[in-house]
């Protein structure tokens, strides 16, 4: 993957904004279910180990 290089002479100005509490929400729901997601396939990669041995 090549270095992306920041253009000469342009300034990026960027202006956040609070999340509602809908976003909020929103991205804790996502983040609690991908937890929950990699937690059940690490552990079903545990049980496949321990099948194995």
């Known amino acids: 993957m090549g270095l ?3 253009p000469l002479d342009v300034d990026f100005v960027v202006e956040s904004r609070p999340l509602t509490k809908a976003e909020e929400k929103a991205i ?4 609690r279910a991908d937890k929950e997601k990699r937690k059940q396939k690490e552990e079903r990669k545990t ?3 321990k ?3």
């Open 51 to 53: 099948q194995k041995s």
């Open 47 to 49: 049980r496949i180990i």
């Open 4 to 6: 992306i290089r920041e």
């Open 28 to 31: 804790s729901d996502f983040i």
